[in-house]
C-alpha cells in the first residue's frame, strides 16, 4: 500500500513537471536533482513515460505551426455556399 501510494506521488510530482522539463523555460528551470529525478521516475513507470511521450508529440506538433498560414478561400467560399443553402432551404 505504502508503495503504490509513494508511486502516485511520484507520479503526480513527475507530471507537474513535465511540462517544464520539454519547454526548458529559462523563467522556471527545473534544479539538476528535479531533472535527475524526473528522468529516474519516468525510466521506471510506464503510465508517466506514455505522458511523457503524448506531451514530446505535442511539444513537436506545435513546434511546427507557424499560426501564419494563409485563409484558403476556396474553403471559405465553399462556407458561405454551404451556409447560403441553409439559409435558403435549399438541398445541397
Not at 508517466?48 to 507557424?66: D, F, M, N, P
Request: hydrophobic fraction near 35%; charged fraction near 30%.
Amino acid at each position: 500500500m505504502s508503495r503504490m501510494l509513494r508511486q502516485m506521488i511520484s507520479c503526480h510530482w513527475t507530471a507537474k513537471r513535465i511540462q517544464r522539463y520539454l519547454d526548458a523555460d529559462p523563467s522556471a528551470p527545473l534544479t539538476p536533482g528535479e531533472v535527475t529525478r524526473l528522468e529516474e521516475h519516468v525510466a521506471a513507470c510506464e503510465r508517466c513515460r506514455e505522458v511523457l511521450g503524448q506531451h514530446r508529440l505535442l511539444h513537436r506538433a506545435l513546434s511546427l505551426w507557424t499560426g501564419t498560414r494563409p485563409v484558403d478561400q476556396a474553403a471559405i467560399d465553399r462556407m458561405r455556399s454551404v451556409l447560403e443553402d441553409l439559409t435558403e432551404g435549399r438541398q445541397a
